[in-house]
């Protein structure tokens, strides 16, 4: 036996929507007043590519870009493997290349970060070191490998000191960022209960920062790969030498091969440097929690 009403039944369902309360119209801000540091600077940089565009031009005649694509691209298969077991002692001397480059460069770059670090020194350190990181960046790796083969001779040693130089701009510029990004309350906590700046380094900054630095640093060693690659057309060690030897005498298909070979080891490393990163990622966030 049902309990309800009939005409309740029978009622027809409204299609009307539920009434909204009145909400007070929000009032408009004058358009100077959204010209802010960020919407400035995308303006800014939108200006530039439409005037840049003005000054690119092609070379004025009739270029039939398909075709030399294709035939381009026919010179480069099937790759020549009779290269091979030169092109990996070449491809390992540019990993150690890249590898201790990139080593050199952390352990550097730790360093100048502390002190190019607005949180952690004073205002004058913080402008000098970072006029010093500027300064460096602006030199390309294929300069540093010039100025270091000229130093110390044409060889692995001078790719390694070059792309040492060459990681500690950036790498110094993206650790100080990191230090500049953290919490400060507990390193000042660690300070107020007696803990020395080492200590308030080591326990209040160190573990937040460090899934930053990690990341920067595999970051870095997947491009030094790529660039002890290049700065061996300079004399730097490394498969440069056979690149650049390949291209000159117009030997494409082993030149493919020397390609196939960076690609894979770059992707390995891609992908080893993404399970680091899970990794870490996890266990920083175990430790948060507890």
Request: glycine content about 6%.
């Amino acid at each position: 036996m049902s309990d309800s009403n009939p005409q309740e039944k029978s009622r027809p369902l409204s299609s009307d929507p539920m009434p909204r309360p009145h909400l007070p119209s929000l009032p408009k801000r004058p358009w100077y007043e959204r010209l802010n540091a960020l919407n400035m600077t995308l303006l800014i940089f939108l200006l530039a590519v439409v005037f840049s565009g003005f000054f690119v031009s092609g070379s004025g005649r009739s270029v039939n870009v398909i075709e030399n694509l294709s035939r381009f691209a026919q010179d480069f298969f099937p790759p020549d493997w009779s290269v091979l077991d030169r092109t990996a002692a070449a491809l390992l001397e540019t990993v150690v290349i890249a590898i201790l480059a990139t080593f050199f460069a952390i352990v550097v770059s730790l360093v100048l970060a502390v002190g190019a670090a607005q949180n952690l020194a004073p205002s004058w350190v913080v402008i000098s070191i970072r006029m010093g990181l500027n300064m460096i960046r602006t030199v390309p790796s294929l300069i540093w490998a010039v100025i270091a083969v000229v130093a110390v001779g044409a060889n692995a040693v001078a790719g390694v000191i070059a792309l040492t130089f060459y990681s500690i701009g950036y790498l110094g510029k993206f650790f100080s960022e990191s230090f500049e990004s953290m919490n400060m309350d507990v390193a000042r906590s660690l300070r107020g209960i007696g803990a020395d700046p080492l200590q308030a380094f080591q326990y209040g900054i160190w573990p937040h920062a460090r899934p930053m630095i990690w990341s920067h640093s595999i970051w870095m060693l997947e491009y030094n790969i790529r660039s002890a690659s290049i700065i061996g057309y300079v004399g730097a060690g490394g498969l440069g030498l056979q690149l650049h030897a390949y291209q000159e005498y117009g030997q494409y298909d082993r030149f493919a091969t020397v390609l196939i070979c960076i690609l894979v080891v770059v992707t390995s490393l891609d992908f080893l440097s993404e399970w680091i990163r899970r990794r870490i990622k996890r266990r920083t966030d175990r430790n948060l929690s507890h």
